[in-house]
């Protein structure tokens, strides 16, 4: 398998906002995401799409914002403004760029190559926003592009607004019908090595519900939550940390294994319990997010 660059980072908030509000993009220094987002797709009429470009473009030219990873999401690859996006990623060099509406790992690979041929650092990755029905059905070829040559994919994003609007599937609060849809994306970035963000909560002033879809969210593995409003942060922050008593199970885990003579042994009893060396895998891996998030949001 192709071993790739990925940086590892918490990305359990982030925050979506117009690249056409400055106003929103000015306040940015002041919160506790990990990672923001900067829209000109949807959230920007195309009446302001070229000032949303110059919008985002003075934002790279600031200083950058400890810990915060900066995505620009561009528009639709089939739509008249691609190019100019494309062109914007390639002057001011974001975390990452996100692709809206994939359908197929072609998408993904495109952006790869047009970065590759325009020189473009590796540290310009590519995330998918995974809102079509084919994007679902494909979610495991494209999540393996990022495992090819040159491949950038580091994260998979859903899209759920998009979905429901191209399938019929009503808002519900349970997200009962979504559900088969978002672990399949969960299973398919596990696959392959990829970060994956919940979905937006459109209610931004229900917190309670929005706390509930963070906790579910986590339970079904992902990474963190894509966010529309920032008094969602605290909430996908406290949701998405491992919390203490998780830490102190990983220490003890990796105690245990890293006593003399563990090396030879692929389970141990830890407290009455069988612990196997996949649970040591687990409990380095959930060690190392909680160092990461302890040095972001001590």
């Not at 062109?87 to 072609?106: F, G, Q």
């Not at 609060?173 to 970035?189: E, H, I, K, N, S």
């Not at 596990?190 to 579910?216: P, Q």
Request: hydrophobic content about 45%; charged content about 30%; aromatic content about 4%.
């Amino acid at each position: 398998m192709t071993q790739v660059f990925r940086p590892s980072r918490p990305s359990r908030s982030i925050l979506c906002l117009p690249g056409s509000n400055e106003r929103a993009i000015a306040k940015l220094p002041s919160l506790t995401m990990d990672g923001v987002i900067l829209d000109l797709e949807d959230a920007v009429a195309e009446s302001e799409k070229d000032a949303a470009r110059d919008k985002i473009r003075a934002f790279f030219k600031a200083p950058a914002i400890d810990g915060v990873e900066r995505i620009i999401r561009i528009n639709d690859l089939a739509s008249r403004h691609a190019a100019k996006d494309l062109a914007l990623v390639l002057e001011t060099s974001p975390d990452a760029v996100l692709i809206p509406k994939v359908r197929s790992p072609s998408d993904i690979l495109d952006v790869a190559a047009h970065l590759a041929d325009n020189d473009a650092p590796e540290t310009i990755r590519i995330w998918a926003m995974m809102e079509t029905p084919l994007s679902i059905l494909n979610a495991g070829a494209i999540a393996e592009t990022g495992r090819t040559a040159g491949g950038r994919l580091d994260a998979l994003v859903v899209g759920l607004n998009d979905l429901r609007k191209e399938t019929g599937v009503l808002p519900d609060p349970d997200r009962t019908f979504v559900t088969p849809w978002l672990m399949q994306v969960v299973l398919a970035g596990r696959a392959y090595g990829l970060r994956v963000i919940d979905a937006v909560c459109n209610e931004f002033r229900d917190l309670k519900r929005f706390d509930r879809e963070c906790a579910t969210g986590r339970a079904m593995g992902f990474d963190g939550k894509m966010l529309i409003h920032p008094a969602q942060i605290p909430a996908a922050n406290a949701r998405y940390r491992p919390s203490p008593a998780e830490i102190a199970e990983a220490e003890e885990i990796i105690a245990g294994f890293s006593a003399p003579g563990a090396d030879r042994l692929n389970a141990l009893d830890i407290g009455g319990r069988m612990v196997e060396r996949l649970h040591y895998e687990q409990a380095l891996a959930l060690k190392a997010r909680a160092d990461l998030i302890a040095r972001r949001d001590p």
